[in-house]
Protein backbone atom coordinates (compact mmCIF):
# COMPACT_ATOMS: atom_id res chain seq x y z
CA UNK A 1 0.00 0.00 0.00
CA UNK A 2 1.09 3.22 -0.81
CA UNK A 3 1.78 6.17 2.10
CA UNK A 4 -0.42 9.36 1.80
CA UNK A 5 1.36 12.39 3.04
CA UNK A 6 0.02 14.91 4.52
CA UNK A 7 1.17 17.89 7.31
CA UNK A 8 -1.49 17.02 9.65
CA UNK A 9 -4.03 13.67 10.48
CA UNK A 10 -6.22 13.81 12.90
CA UNK A 11 -7.97 11.02 14.40
CA UNK A 12 -11.78 11.26 15.13
CA UNK A 13 -14.14 14.30 13.57
CA UNK A 14 -16.14 15.17 17.30
CA UNK A 15 -16.08 18.80 17.96
CA UNK A 16 -11.87 18.50 18.94
CA UNK A 17 -11.07 16.81 15.71
CA UNK A 18 -13.23 19.15 13.53
CA UNK A 19 -11.81 22.03 15.66
CA UNK A 20 -8.08 20.60 15.14
CA UNK A 21 -9.03 19.91 10.92
CA UNK A 22 -10.26 23.90 10.83
CA UNK A 23 -7.28 25.28 12.19
CA UNK A 24 -4.89 23.57 10.61
CA UNK A 25 -6.23 23.83 7.38
CA UNK A 26 -6.63 27.43 7.68
CA UNK A 27 -3.27 28.21 8.91
CA UNK A 28 -2.06 26.81 5.13
CA UNK A 29 -1.34 22.82 6.55
CA UNK A 30 -2.41 20.11 4.14
CA UNK A 31 -4.75 17.86 6.81
CA UNK A 32 -6.93 15.24 6.55
CA UNK A 33 -9.37 14.02 9.50
CA UNK A 34 -10.98 10.48 9.97
CA UNK A 35 -14.01 9.37 11.47
CA UNK A 36 -15.17 5.76 12.19
CA UNK A 37 -18.78 6.56 11.89
CA UNK A 38 -20.54 7.22 8.38
CA UNK A 39 -21.01 10.51 9.25
CA UNK A 40 -19.46 12.62 12.46
CA UNK A 41 -21.90 12.74 14.85
CA UNK A 42 -23.67 9.39 14.89
CA UNK A 43 -21.35 7.49 17.08
CA UNK A 44 -21.22 10.25 19.87
CA UNK A 45 -23.25 10.46 22.96
CA UNK A 46 -23.43 13.91 25.18
CA UNK A 47 -25.71 15.81 27.43
CA UNK A 48 -25.73 17.48 25.10
CA UNK A 49 -25.63 21.53 26.19
CA UNK A 50 -23.10 23.84 25.11
CA UNK A 51 -21.53 26.31 27.10
CA UNK A 52 -21.56 29.80 26.42
CA UNK A 53 -17.71 30.06 26.97
CA UNK A 54 -18.21 28.78 23.15
CA UNK A 55 -19.55 32.15 22.05
CA UNK A 56 -17.01 33.87 23.35
CA UNK A 57 -14.04 31.95 21.75
CA UNK A 58 -15.51 30.70 18.50
CA UNK A 59 -17.09 33.23 16.08
CA UNK A 60 -18.91 30.28 13.98
CA UNK A 61 -20.96 29.55 16.90
CA UNK A 62 -23.02 32.80 15.87
CA UNK A 63 -23.94 30.77 12.76
CA UNK A 64 -25.60 28.04 14.51
CA UNK A 65 -29.44 28.37 13.67
CA UNK A 66 -32.33 25.79 13.31
CA UNK A 67 -31.99 25.50 9.86
CA UNK A 68 -28.60 23.13 10.44
CA UNK A 69 -29.42 21.98 14.14
CA UNK A 70 -33.20 21.97 14.41
CA UNK A 71 -32.46 20.05 17.66
CA UNK A 72 -31.32 23.23 19.19
CA UNK A 73 -33.44 24.23 22.47
CA UNK A 74 -31.67 26.71 24.91
CA UNK A 75 -30.94 25.51 28.74
CA UNK A 76 -32.24 28.74 29.93
CA UNK A 77 -33.23 27.93 33.60
CA UNK A 78 -32.58 24.98 35.48
CA UNK A 79 -34.67 23.07 38.06
CA UNK A 80 -32.76 20.98 40.83
CA UNK A 81 -34.99 18.30 42.28
CA UNK A 82 -33.90 17.00 45.33
CA UNK A 83 -34.82 13.03 45.52
CA UNK A 84 -34.51 11.41 49.07
CA UNK A 85 -34.06 8.18 50.36
CA UNK A 86 -37.30 7.17 50.07
CA UNK A 87 -37.25 7.49 46.36
CA UNK A 88 -39.39 11.37 46.82
CA UNK A 89 -39.10 14.28 45.30
CA UNK A 90 -38.49 16.25 48.70
CA UNK A 91 -38.16 19.91 47.37
CA UNK A 92 -36.89 21.57 44.22
CA UNK A 93 -35.48 24.81 43.19
CA UNK A 94 -35.54 26.19 39.60
CA UNK A 95 -32.51 28.80 38.92
CA UNK A 96 -31.05 31.24 36.40
CA UNK A 97 -27.79 32.77 35.41
CA UNK A 98 -27.45 34.94 38.14
CA UNK A 99 -27.33 38.94 38.18
CA UNK A 100 -23.69 38.51 38.20
CA UNK A 101 -22.94 36.69 35.04
CA UNK A 102 -21.98 39.39 32.81
CA UNK A 103 -21.63 38.44 29.08
CA UNK A 104 -24.17 37.46 26.22
CA UNK A 105 -25.01 34.46 25.76
CA UNK A 106 -24.44 33.26 28.70
CA UNK A 107 -27.09 36.08 30.30
CA UNK A 108 -29.31 34.21 28.35
CA UNK A 109 -28.82 30.68 28.74
CA UNK A 110 -26.91 28.35 30.64
CA UNK A 111 -26.56 25.61 27.63
CA UNK A 112 -27.51 25.69 24.29
CA UNK A 113 -29.13 22.08 23.88
CA UNK A 114 -28.38 20.11 20.66
CA UNK A 115 -28.28 16.99 19.49
CA UNK A 116 -24.70 15.50 18.28
CA UNK A 117 -25.74 14.15 15.22
CA UNK A 118 -26.53 17.35 13.99
CA UNK A 119 -24.18 19.68 15.69
CA UNK A 120 -21.01 17.14 14.50
CA UNK A 121 -21.46 17.31 10.64
CA UNK A 122 -22.25 21.06 10.83
CA UNK A 123 -19.21 21.92 13.02
CA UNK A 124 -16.92 19.58 10.49
CA UNK A 125 -18.52 21.60 7.25
CA UNK A 126 -16.13 24.03 8.89
CA UNK A 127 -12.95 22.25 8.41
CA UNK A 128 -14.03 20.73 5.17
CA UNK A 129 -14.73 24.25 3.78
CA UNK A 130 -11.22 25.58 5.23
CA UNK A 131 -9.66 22.48 2.89
CA UNK A 132 -9.41 19.59 5.21
CA UNK A 133 -10.07 16.25 3.94
CA UNK A 134 -12.77 14.41 5.40
CA UNK A 135 -12.71 10.25 5.54
CA UNK A 136 -15.78 8.82 7.07
CA UNK A 137 -16.51 4.93 7.59
CA UNK A 138 -12.71 5.45 8.09
CA UNK A 139 -11.37 3.55 11.09
CA UNK A 140 -8.09 4.35 12.31
CA UNK A 141 -6.22 0.72 14.14
CA UNK A 142 -2.53 1.58 14.41
CA UNK A 143 0.20 4.10 14.07
CA UNK A 144 2.29 4.21 11.63
CA UNK A 145 6.15 3.79 13.18
CA UNK A 146 9.62 4.45 12.12
CA UNK A 147 12.80 3.53 13.78
CA UNK A 148 10.33 3.08 17.03
CA UNK A 149 8.95 6.61 16.63
CA UNK A 150 5.54 7.39 15.06
CA UNK A 151 5.44 9.29 11.87
CA UNK A 152 1.40 8.80 10.97
CA UNK A 153 -1.80 6.21 11.12
CA UNK A 154 -2.90 3.14 9.67
CA UNK A 155 -6.76 2.68 8.82
CA UNK A 156 -8.69 -0.84 8.70
CA UNK A 157 -7.31 -1.40 4.84
CA UNK A 158 -4.15 -0.72 5.76
CA UNK A 159 -3.74 3.02 3.55
CA UNK A 160 -0.97 4.80 6.12
CA UNK A 161 -1.15 8.36 6.06
CA UNK A 162 2.02 10.33 7.45
CA UNK A 163 1.51 13.35 9.33
CA UNK A 164 2.09 15.15 12.93
CA UNK A 165 -0.81 12.96 14.64
CA UNK A 166 -3.72 14.26 16.82
CA UNK A 167 -5.49 11.91 18.66
CA UNK A 168 -8.98 13.58 18.65
CA UNK A 169 -10.61 9.85 18.82
CA UNK A 170 -12.26 10.41 22.37
CA UNK A 171 -12.64 8.18 25.55
CA UNK A 172 -11.28 5.37 23.99
CA UNK A 173 -8.31 6.58 22.06
CA UNK A 174 -6.42 3.92 19.99
CA UNK A 175 -3.91 7.16 19.39
CA UNK A 176 -3.30 7.49 23.01
CA UNK A 177 -3.01 3.42 23.27
CA UNK A 178 -0.91 2.73 20.23
CA UNK A 179 1.67 6.35 20.98
CA UNK A 180 2.67 4.49 24.65
CA UNK A 181 0.87 7.61 26.01
CA UNK A 182 -2.25 5.62 27.92
CA UNK A 183 -2.78 2.08 27.95
CA UNK A 184 -6.02 2.53 30.04
CA UNK A 185 -7.43 4.87 32.28
CA UNK A 186 -7.47 4.50 35.77
CA UNK A 187 -10.96 3.48 37.43
CA UNK A 188 -11.32 7.21 38.92
CA UNK A 189 -9.85 8.98 35.76
CA UNK A 190 -13.34 7.88 33.76
CA UNK A 191 -17.00 7.58 34.53
CA UNK A 192 -19.80 5.14 32.38
CA UNK A 193 -22.75 7.52 31.38
CA UNK A 194 -25.77 6.20 30.08
CA UNK A 195 -28.96 8.63 28.97
CA UNK A 196 -32.36 7.92 27.63
CA UNK A 197 -33.37 10.09 24.87
CA UNK A 198 -37.61 10.44 24.47
CA UNK A 199 -39.34 12.05 22.55
CA UNK A 200 -41.62 15.04 23.33
CA UNK A 201 -43.46 17.32 20.64
CA UNK A 202 -41.80 20.90 21.18
CA UNK A 203 -45.44 22.60 22.23
CA UNK A 204 -45.82 21.08 25.40
CA UNK A 205 -42.25 21.15 26.20
CA UNK A 206 -43.13 24.65 25.24
CA UNK A 207 -46.51 24.96 27.35
CA UNK A 208 -45.24 22.86 30.24
CA UNK A 209 -41.64 23.26 31.09
CA UNK A 210 -41.27 27.10 29.37
CA UNK A 211 -37.75 28.20 29.93
CA UNK A 212 -37.09 25.45 32.29
CA UNK A 213 -35.03 23.40 29.90
CA UNK A 214 -32.18 21.60 32.44
CA UNK A 215 -32.65 19.59 35.11
CA UNK A 216 -30.55 18.17 37.55
CA UNK A 217 -32.36 15.60 39.73
CA UNK A 218 -29.75 15.01 43.33
CA UNK A 219 -30.91 12.19 44.76
CA UNK A 220 -29.63 9.89 47.51
CA UNK A 221 -30.30 6.99 45.94
CA UNK A 222 -28.79 7.24 42.53
CA UNK A 223 -25.83 9.57 41.14
CA UNK A 224 -27.48 12.85 40.46
CA UNK A 225 -28.76 12.57 36.23
CA UNK A 226 -29.36 15.37 34.26
CA UNK A 227 -32.46 16.18 32.21
CA UNK A 228 -31.74 18.19 29.06
CA UNK A 229 -34.42 19.37 27.08
CA UNK A 230 -34.38 19.67 22.91
CA UNK A 231 -37.02 21.09 20.75
CA UNK A 232 -38.53 18.19 20.24
CA UNK A 233 -37.22 15.94 23.12
CA UNK A 234 -34.82 15.25 26.33
CA UNK A 235 -32.45 13.30 27.92
CA UNK A 236 -32.24 11.77 31.03
CA UNK A 237 -28.86 10.38 32.23
CA UNK A 238 -26.28 10.28 34.39
CA UNK A 239 -22.82 8.73 35.17
CA UNK A 240 -20.36 8.08 38.01
CA UNK A 241 -16.72 6.44 37.69
CA UNK A 242 -16.07 3.07 36.87
CA UNK A 243 -15.05 2.06 40.57
CA UNK A 244 -18.42 2.93 41.78
CA UNK A 245 -20.77 0.94 40.59
CA UNK A 246 -22.40 -2.19 43.00
CA UNK A 247 -25.05 -3.01 40.49
CA UNK A 248 -25.91 -2.11 36.84
CA UNK A 249 -25.95 1.45 35.58
CA UNK A 250 -29.44 0.89 34.11
CA UNK A 251 -30.76 -0.11 37.56
CA UNK A 252 -29.95 2.94 38.76
CA UNK A 253 -31.01 5.00 36.19
CA UNK A 254 -34.38 3.26 35.99
CA UNK A 255 -35.00 4.37 39.61
CA UNK A 256 -34.70 8.11 38.61
CA UNK A 257 -37.01 6.75 35.71
CA UNK A 258 -39.92 5.46 38.22
CA UNK A 259 -39.77 8.10 40.50
CA UNK A 260 -43.37 8.81 40.81
CA UNK A 261 -42.19 12.89 40.43
CA UNK A 262 -40.59 11.55 37.09
CA UNK A 263 -43.75 9.14 35.91
CA UNK A 264 -46.00 12.40 36.22
CA UNK A 265 -43.73 14.57 34.00
CA UNK A 266 -43.44 11.82 31.38
CA UNK A 267 -47.52 11.30 31.59
CA UNK A 268 -47.92 15.66 31.27
CA UNK A 269 -44.94 15.55 28.35
CA UNK A 270 -46.84 12.59 27.14
CA UNK A 271 -42.94 11.55 26.57
CA UNK A 272 -42.49 8.54 24.68
CA UNK A 273 -38.73 6.87 25.00
CA UNK A 274 -36.86 6.95 21.49
CA UNK A 275 -32.91 5.93 22.15
CA UNK A 276 -30.73 4.73 24.53
CA UNK A 277 -26.99 5.33 24.59
CA UNK A 278 -23.98 4.47 26.82
CA UNK A 279 -20.61 5.87 26.34
CA UNK A 280 -17.69 6.81 28.82
CA UNK A 281 -16.16 10.35 29.43
CA UNK A 282 -12.82 11.06 31.07
CA UNK A 283 -13.06 12.73 34.38
CA UNK A 284 -10.32 13.72 36.36
CA UNK A 285 -8.65 16.13 37.91
CA UNK A 286 -5.19 16.96 35.73
CA UNK A 287 -4.37 16.02 31.98
CA UNK A 288 -1.12 14.56 31.87
CA UNK A 289 0.68 13.09 29.32
CA UNK A 290 -1.06 14.88 27.00
CA UNK A 291 2.01 14.88 23.73
CA UNK A 292 4.99 12.62 22.79
CA UNK A 293 7.10 12.72 19.36
CA UNK A 294 4.91 13.18 16.31
CA UNK A 295 1.53 13.16 18.85
CA UNK A 296 -1.13 15.14 20.70
CA UNK A 297 -3.54 14.26 22.40
CA UNK A 298 -6.76 16.30 22.52
CA UNK A 299 -10.59 16.21 23.99
CA UNK A 300 -11.55 13.02 25.69
CA UNK A 301 -8.53 11.68 24.10
CA UNK A 302 -6.32 13.82 26.06
CA UNK A 303 -8.23 13.61 29.33
CA UNK A 304 -10.02 17.24 29.04
CA UNK A 305 -13.30 17.43 30.40
CA UNK A 306 -14.03 20.24 33.03
CA UNK A 307 -12.99 18.81 36.42
CA UNK A 308 -16.22 19.68 37.96
CA UNK A 309 -19.13 19.30 35.82
CA UNK A 310 -16.81 17.12 32.99
CA UNK A 311 -18.57 19.62 30.40
CA UNK A 312 -15.85 18.50 27.54
CA UNK A 313 -17.21 19.56 23.98
CA UNK A 314 -16.00 23.18 24.88
CA UNK A 315 -12.06 21.87 26.21
CA UNK A 316 -12.28 19.56 22.84
CA UNK A 317 -12.53 22.82 20.43
CA UNK A 318 -9.97 24.70 22.79
CA UNK A 319 -7.11 21.77 23.12
CA UNK A 320 -7.94 21.48 19.31
CA UNK A 321 -7.14 25.19 18.85
CA UNK A 322 -4.41 24.70 20.61
CA UNK A 323 -2.84 21.50 18.88
CA UNK A 324 -3.40 23.38 15.63
CA UNK A 325 -1.13 26.42 16.41
CA UNK A 326 1.46 24.27 18.36
CA UNK A 327 1.42 21.42 15.01
CA UNK A 328 1.70 24.74 12.79
CA UNK A 329 4.36 25.91 14.58
CA UNK A 330 6.15 22.27 15.08
CA UNK A 331 6.10 22.13 10.83
CA UNK A 332 7.28 25.78 9.89
CA UNK A 333 10.50 24.90 12.50
CA UNK A 334 10.41 21.28 11.49
CA UNK A 335 11.21 20.12 15.10
CA UNK A 336 7.86 17.84 16.15
CA UNK A 337 9.72 16.02 19.00
CA UNK A 338 8.43 15.45 22.49
CA UNK A 339 10.30 18.69 23.65
CA UNK A 340 9.27 20.67 21.01
CA UNK A 341 5.71 19.49 21.58
CA UNK A 342 5.44 20.57 25.22
CA UNK A 343 4.59 24.28 23.81
CA UNK A 344 0.63 22.38 23.42
CA UNK A 345 0.54 22.42 27.43
CA UNK A 346 2.15 25.77 27.63
CA UNK A 347 -0.98 27.07 25.24
CA UNK A 348 -3.69 24.99 26.77
CA UNK A 349 -2.89 26.03 30.52
CA UNK A 350 -2.91 29.72 28.76
CA UNK A 351 -6.92 29.08 28.02
CA UNK A 352 -10.00 29.50 29.66
CA UNK A 353 -9.61 25.22 30.20
CA UNK A 354 -6.34 25.52 31.89
CA UNK A 355 -7.72 27.89 33.75
CA UNK A 356 -10.63 25.33 35.29
CA UNK A 357 -7.30 23.05 36.09
CA UNK A 358 -6.42 24.98 38.21
CA UNK A 359 -8.75 24.35 41.24
CA UNK A 360 -8.83 20.67 39.05
CA UNK A 361 -8.35 18.23 41.75
CA UNK A 362 -10.42 20.02 44.34
CA UNK A 363 -13.34 20.55 41.99
CA UNK A 364 -13.05 16.96 40.98
CA UNK A 365 -13.18 16.19 44.74
CA UNK A 366 -16.48 18.48 45.64
CA UNK A 367 -18.02 16.78 42.77
CA UNK A 368 -17.12 13.17 43.81
CA UNK A 369 -18.57 13.73 47.56
CA UNK A 370 -21.44 15.48 46.82
CA UNK A 371 -24.16 14.46 43.81
CA UNK A 372 -21.45 10.92 43.42
CA UNK A 373 -21.46 9.72 46.98
CA UNK A 374 -25.90 9.56 47.03
CA UNK A 375 -25.38 7.24 49.75
CA UNK A 376 -22.99 8.49 51.58
CA UNK A 377 -23.30 12.45 51.85
CA UNK A 378 -26.63 13.33 49.08
CA UNK A 379 -28.27 11.10 51.86
CA UNK A 380 -28.10 13.90 54.47
CA UNK A 381 -27.74 17.16 52.42
CA UNK A 382 -31.22 16.48 50.64
CA UNK A 383 -32.95 16.56 53.71
CA UNK A 384 -30.98 19.34 54.95
CA UNK A 385 -31.66 21.75 51.57
CA UNK A 386 -35.11 20.36 52.01
CA UNK A 387 -35.96 21.14 55.98
CA UNK A 388 -34.23 25.00 55.04
CA UNK A 389 -36.52 25.10 51.88
CA UNK A 390 -39.74 24.08 53.31
CA UNK A 391 -39.37 24.89 56.77
CA UNK A 392 -39.91 28.78 55.46
CA UNK A 393 -43.27 27.57 54.93
CA UNK A 394 -45.03 25.93 57.30
CA UNK A 395 -48.29 26.36 59.42
CA UNK A 396 -47.71 23.44 61.68
CA UNK A 397 -46.53 25.94 64.67
CA UNK A 398 -46.40 29.10 65.95
CA UNK A 399 -43.48 30.60 63.83
CA UNK A 400 -40.63 31.40 66.52
CA UNK A 401 -41.11 27.38 67.72
CA UNK A 402 -40.57 26.87 64.02
CA UNK A 403 -37.55 28.54 63.35
CA UNK A 404 -36.56 27.25 66.78
CA UNK A 405 -37.00 23.19 65.06
CA UNK A 406 -35.29 23.81 61.88
CA UNK A 407 -32.28 25.58 63.36
CA UNK A 408 -32.18 22.26 65.61
CA UNK A 409 -32.62 20.36 62.91
CA UNK A 410 -29.72 22.25 61.22
CA UNK A 411 -27.44 21.50 64.03
CA UNK A 412 -27.88 18.29 64.11
CA UNK A 413 -26.31 17.96 60.96
CA UNK A 414 -23.39 20.05 61.77
CA UNK A 415 -21.40 17.23 62.44
CA UNK A 416 -21.27 16.29 58.77
CA UNK A 417 -21.36 19.67 57.15
CA UNK A 418 -18.72 21.15 59.30
CA UNK A 419 -16.07 17.86 57.64
CA UNK A 420 -17.65 18.12 54.24
CA UNK A 421 -16.67 22.15 54.86
CA UNK A 422 -13.03 21.59 55.56
CA UNK A 423 -12.42 18.71 52.98
CA UNK A 424 -14.08 20.03 50.49
CA UNK A 425 -14.70 23.61 50.43
CA UNK A 426 -11.74 25.34 52.23
CA UNK A 427 -9.13 23.55 50.18
CA UNK A 428 -11.27 24.80 47.10
CA UNK A 429 -11.25 28.37 48.52
CA UNK A 430 -7.67 28.23 49.29
CA UNK A 431 -6.94 27.30 45.35
CA UNK A 432 -9.10 30.21 44.22
CA UNK A 433 -8.35 33.00 46.60
CA UNK A 434 -5.04 32.00 47.70
CA UNK A 435 -3.73 31.58 51.58
CA UNK A 436 -3.15 35.17 52.97
CA UNK A 437 -7.04 36.18 51.85
CA UNK A 438 -8.46 32.63 53.01
CA UNK A 439 -6.68 33.41 56.35
CA UNK A 440 -8.38 36.37 56.50
CA UNK A 441 -11.84 34.61 55.76
CA UNK A 442 -10.88 31.40 57.73
CA UNK A 443 -8.95 32.92 61.07
CA UNK A 444 -12.42 33.05 63.65
CA UNK A 445 -10.37 35.30 65.86
CA UNK A 446 -10.22 37.58 63.23
CA UNK A 447 -13.63 37.09 61.73
CA UNK A 448 -14.95 37.47 65.25
CA UNK A 449 -13.10 40.15 66.08
CA UNK A 450 -14.31 42.60 62.70
CA UNK A 451 -17.79 41.19 63.61
CA UNK A 452 -18.30 39.97 67.78
CA UNK A 453 -22.55 39.60 67.05
CA UNK A 454 -21.95 36.94 64.94
CA UNK A 455 -20.68 34.73 67.51
CA UNK A 456 -23.88 35.75 69.89
CA UNK A 457 -26.29 35.57 67.57
CA UNK A 458 -25.41 32.03 66.74
CA UNK A 459 -24.89 30.72 69.92
CA UNK A 460 -28.76 32.27 71.04
CA UNK A 461 -29.90 31.07 68.30
CA UNK A 462 -28.92 27.75 68.96
CA UNK A 463 -28.91 27.27 72.58
CA UNK A 464 -32.71 28.50 72.85
CA UNK A 465 -33.45 25.54 70.26
CA UNK A 466 -31.56 23.17 72.33
CA UNK A 467 -33.81 24.00 75.42
CA UNK A 468 -36.92 23.34 73.82
CA UNK A 469 -38.10 19.70 73.90
CA UNK A 470 -40.64 18.41 71.30
CA UNK B 1 -42.58 1.77 32.66
CA UNK B 2 -41.02 -1.28 31.01
CA UNK B 3 -37.94 0.09 28.72
CA UNK B 4 -36.15 -2.80 26.48
CA UNK B 5 -33.01 -0.95 25.84
CA UNK B 6 -32.57 -2.98 22.99
CA UNK B 7 -35.70 -1.65 20.95
CA UNK B 8 -34.39 1.63 21.57
CA UNK B 9 -31.31 1.31 19.47
CA UNK B 10 -30.11 1.24 15.79
CA UNK B 11 -26.91 -1.01 13.96
CA UNK B 12 -25.23 -1.09 11.05
CA UNK B 13 -24.89 -4.67 10.28
CA UNK B 14 -21.57 -6.08 9.45
CA UNK B 15 -19.35 -5.59 12.29
CA UNK B 16 -17.40 -8.81 12.89
CA UNK B 17 -16.17 -9.89 15.88
CA UNK B 18 -14.73 -6.84 17.98
CA UNK B 19 -14.85 -8.03 21.50
CA UNK B 20 -13.16 -11.02 22.57
CA UNK B 21 -12.20 -12.50 26.45
CA UNK B 22 -8.62 -14.16 27.20
CA UNK B 23 -9.94 -16.54 29.78
CA UNK B 24 -6.25 -17.49 31.22
CA UNK B 25 -6.05 -13.44 32.44
CA UNK B 26 -9.59 -13.62 33.90
CA UNK B 27 -9.62 -13.33 37.48
CA UNK B 28 -13.58 -14.09 37.54
CA UNK B 29 -13.99 -10.60 39.30
CA UNK B 30 -17.35 -9.77 37.97
CA UNK B 31 -16.91 -6.44 37.06
CA UNK B 32 -17.87 -6.57 33.34
CA UNK B 33 -21.36 -8.57 34.06
CA UNK B 34 -22.00 -5.38 36.44
CA UNK B 35 -21.17 -2.74 34.17
CA UNK B 36 -22.52 -4.07 30.78
CA UNK B 37 -25.83 -1.93 30.32
CA UNK B 38 -27.02 -4.42 27.43
CA UNK B 39 -26.23 -7.47 29.86
CA UNK B 40 -23.72 -8.88 27.39
CA UNK B 41 -21.50 -10.84 29.81
CA UNK B 42 -22.27 -14.19 31.31
CA UNK B 43 -20.55 -16.45 34.01
CA UNK B 44 -20.81 -20.47 33.80
CA UNK B 45 -19.69 -22.30 36.90
CA UNK B 46 -15.65 -21.73 36.08
CA UNK B 47 -15.91 -18.91 32.96
CA UNK B 48 -17.01 -15.83 31.99
CA UNK B 49 -18.21 -15.20 28.57
CA UNK B 50 -19.66 -12.82 25.72
CA UNK B 51 -22.94 -13.66 24.46
CA UNK B 52 -22.75 -14.52 21.14
CA UNK B 53 -25.20 -12.70 19.15
CA UNK B 54 -23.43 -9.61 21.44
CA UNK B 55 -23.09 -8.01 18.21
CA UNK B 56 -26.45 -7.01 17.59
CA UNK B 57 -26.45 -5.66 21.36
CA UNK B 58 -23.34 -4.05 21.87
CA UNK B 59 -23.66 -0.20 22.87
CA UNK B 60 -19.60 0.11 21.93
CA UNK B 61 -18.88 1.90 24.99
CA UNK B 62 -15.94 -0.39 25.89
CA UNK B 63 -16.90 -0.13 29.41
CA UNK B 64 -16.34 -3.82 30.01
CA UNK B 65 -12.43 -3.49 28.42
CA UNK B 66 -12.47 -0.33 30.86
CA UNK B 67 -13.15 -2.49 33.84
CA UNK B 68 -11.56 -5.12 33.12
CA UNK B 69 -8.46 -4.55 36.16
CA UNK B 70 -6.32 -8.00 34.52
CA UNK B 71 -7.09 -6.93 31.06
CA UNK B 72 -8.70 -10.32 30.04
CA UNK B 73 -10.87 -8.11 27.52
CA UNK B 74 -9.71 -6.94 23.84
CA UNK B 75 -11.95 -4.26 22.75
CA UNK B 76 -11.35 -2.72 19.14
CA UNK B 77 -14.51 -0.71 17.88
CA UNK B 78 -16.01 -2.79 14.96
CA UNK B 79 -15.18 -1.61 11.25
CA UNK B 80 -15.93 1.60 9.99
CA UNK B 81 -19.36 2.54 9.00
CA UNK B 82 -20.97 -0.42 10.77
CA UNK B 83 -22.35 -0.83 14.45
CA UNK B 84 -24.25 1.36 16.47
CA UNK B 85 -25.35 4.76 15.33
CA UNK B 86 -27.17 7.40 17.86
CA UNK B 87 -29.87 9.67 15.90
CA UNK B 88 -30.31 11.62 19.59
CA UNK B 89 -27.18 11.28 20.94
C1 LIG C 1 -23.55 10.90 28.19
C2 LIG C 1 -22.61 12.07 28.10
C3 LIG C 1 -23.09 13.35 28.36
C4 LIG C 1 -22.25 14.45 28.17
N1 LIG C 1 -22.76 15.72 28.33
C5 LIG C 1 -22.03 16.78 27.93
C6 LIG C 1 -22.61 18.08 27.87
O1 LIG C 1 -23.79 18.26 28.15
N2 LIG C 1 -21.83 19.12 27.47
C7 LIG C 1 -20.52 18.94 27.12
O2 LIG C 1 -19.86 19.91 26.74
N3 LIG C 1 -19.95 17.72 27.18
C8 LIG C 1 -20.68 16.64 27.56
N4 LIG C 1 -20.10 15.39 27.56
C9 LIG C 1 -18.70 15.27 27.19
C10 LIG C 1 -18.52 15.39 25.69
O3 LIG C 1 -19.40 14.53 25.02
C11 LIG C 1 -17.10 15.03 25.30
O4 LIG C 1 -16.19 15.60 26.19
C12 LIG C 1 -16.79 15.52 23.89
O5 LIG C 1 -17.60 14.86 22.96
C13 LIG C 1 -15.32 15.30 23.55
O6 LIG C 1 -15.08 15.65 22.22
P1 LIG C 1 -13.90 14.96 21.41
O7 LIG C 1 -13.92 15.60 20.08
O8 LIG C 1 -12.68 14.98 22.22
O9 LIG C 1 -14.30 13.41 21.33
P2 LIG C 1 -15.61 12.70 20.74
O10 LIG C 1 -16.75 13.62 20.70
O11 LIG C 1 -15.73 11.43 21.47
O12 LIG C 1 -15.19 12.41 19.24
C14 LIG C 1 -14.28 11.40 18.90
C15 LIG C 1 -14.60 10.96 17.49
O13 LIG C 1 -13.61 10.07 17.05
C16 LIG C 1 -14.20 8.96 16.40
N5 LIG C 1 -13.26 7.85 16.57
C17 LIG C 1 -12.89 7.25 17.72
N6 LIG C 1 -11.94 6.33 17.50
C18 LIG C 1 -11.71 6.34 16.18
C19 LIG C 1 -10.82 5.60 15.34
N7 LIG C 1 -9.98 4.69 15.86
N8 LIG C 1 -10.84 5.84 14.01
C20 LIG C 1 -11.68 6.78 13.48
N9 LIG C 1 -12.53 7.51 14.23
C21 LIG C 1 -12.54 7.29 15.56
C22 LIG C 1 -15.53 8.78 17.10
O14 LIG C 1 -16.47 8.12 16.30
C23 LIG C 1 -15.93 10.22 17.40
O15 LIG C 1 -16.70 10.80 16.38
C24 LIG C 1 -20.91 14.26 27.78
C25 LIG C 1 -20.42 12.97 27.57
C26 LIG C 1 -21.26 11.89 27.70
C27 LIG C 1 -20.73 10.51 27.41
S1 LIG D 1 -13.83 -7.92 34.30
FE1 LIG D 1 -12.19 -9.11 33.29
S2 LIG D 1 -11.32 -10.33 34.96
FE2 LIG D 1 -13.28 -9.59 35.71
S3 LIG D 1 -14.73 -11.22 35.20
FE3 LIG D 1 -14.78 -9.78 33.50
S4 LIG D 1 -13.31 -10.59 32.03
FE4 LIG D 1 -12.90 -11.61 33.97
S1 LIG E 1 -18.88 -2.44 24.94
FE1 LIG E 1 -20.44 -1.81 26.45
S2 LIG E 1 -22.35 -2.71 25.71
FE2 LIG E 1 -20.69 -3.72 24.60
S3 LIG E 1 -20.27 -5.56 25.78
FE3 LIG E 1 -18.85 -4.00 26.54
S4 LIG E 1 -19.93 -3.04 28.27
FE4 LIG E 1 -21.45 -4.22 27.11
Redesign the interface.
Same mark, same amino acid.
Given at each position: MSIHNYDVVIVGAGPGGSTAAKEAAESGLKTIFFERGRKPGEKNSSGSGLGPRMWLDFDIMKELSPDVCPSMRAGTAARHYFVDSNDEVASYIMTRPTSSVNYEPAKSFITMNIYRSEFDPWLAKFATDAGAELKTSTLIVGLLKEDGKVVGVIDEKGEKYRGIVIGADGVISTVARESGLRSKWAQKQVTITIQYDFEVSPKKIDDIMGDETLAVWWSAVFPAAYQVFFNDGFHIGFGNWMSWWDKNPLHYLNRCIKLKYFQRLVRILDAKPREFQSHLLPWQGEPYDTHTDNVMLIGDAGGFPCPLEAEGMYPAMITGRAAAEVAAEAISEGDTSIEFLSRYDTAWKKTSVGEDFEAGSELYSIWKALPFSPRENMSWIVPLVSEVLGGIIDWSEPHPKRIRQVARTIKGYLPKIIPMLMKEILPLLTASLGEEKMDLVTNPEKLLAAMPEVELALAQAFMSADDEEE | ?D?R?ND?? $?R?PGTGDFISIDKEKCTMCERCL??????LWKKKKDHVYIVDDYQSKC? !????C *???C !?P?AID?? *?????T???? !? $??
Open positions: - | MIILV $KIIICVANL !ECAA *YQV !EGFQ *YPAGGGVVF !E $KG
